[in-house]
T-cell receptor, first 116, second 115 residues
């Protein structure tokens, strides 16, 4: 069974603080793909990153960084020096193969509020 | 260009109305998706089209009827909806459904209210 767990339902931080959003996944597939999406209040799901299971390199993009650890089945997301514009719901998702197609299973999301 | 467009942005309809949601992408993607998202929940997959053919129907009630007129367009026809169908409806597209490396790109959604 495929499952994504985002244990943090809501997080509040003061602007300029660093914050880490946790994501733990379960899958029996040996090859799988992980994603992070951002959903601001406007509603659109914005793609942030995709990580393949065979590539455990961490990635940094500006203030965003991702830590992928297969040993703990985690794919955590850190925002450095948070800004008010980072306020959104963040979803971690796992792409899995089922019935001949790849589908996404989403975690329940973490709502991040950055307070000025 | 990773843009998926959806119209309308907001829709209010009565339970006896017939309306349609529209989605368009010009990225040359061959897979398109409809999701339903209730408040404070993750998106739930409704339908998947691959090469203009319905590939997946996640046991969605028949009052929702999808249509894919061509590879760039995806419609969702609504008829005799219930108030509990009020939600954000998201469209997405990806290069293909058969490759896990393909990213799904989402549109801005249509906020539907059923009175």
């Amino acid at each position: 069974a495929q499952k994504v767990t985002q244990a943090q339902t809501e997080i509040s931080v003061v602007e300029k603080e660093d914050v880490t959003l946790d994501c733990v996944y379960e899958t029996r597939d040996t090859t799988y793909y992980l994603f992070w999406y951002k959903q601001p209040p406007s509603g659109e799901l914005v793609f942030l990153i995709r990580r393949n299971s065979f590539d455990e390199q961490n990635e940094i993009s500006g203030r965003y960084s991702w830590n992928f650890q297969k040993s703990t089945s985690s794919f955590n997301f850190t925002i450095t020096a948070s800004q008010v514009v980072d306020s959104a719901v963040y979803f971690c998702a796992l792409s899995y193969s089922g019935a001949g197609s790849y589908q996404l299973t989403f975690g329940k999301g973490t709502k991040l509020s950055v307070i000025p | 260009d990773t843009e998926v467009t959806q119209t309308p942005k907001h829709l209010v309809m009565g339970m006896t109305n017939k309306k349609s949601l529209k989605c368009e992408q010009h990225m040359g993607h061959r897979a398109m998706y409809w999701y339903k998202q209730k408040a404070k929940k993750p998106p739930e997959l409704m339908f998947v089209y691959s090469y203009e053919k319905l590939s997946i129907n996640e046991s969605v009630p028949s009052r929702f009827s999808p249509e894919c007129p061509n590879s760039s367009l995806l419609n969702l026809h609504l008829h005799a909806l219930q108030p509990e169908d009020s939600a954000l409806y998201l469209c997405a597209s990806s290069q293909d459904i058969a490759r896990g490396t393909d990213t799904q790109y989402f549109g801005p959604g249509t906020r539907l209210t059923v009175l």
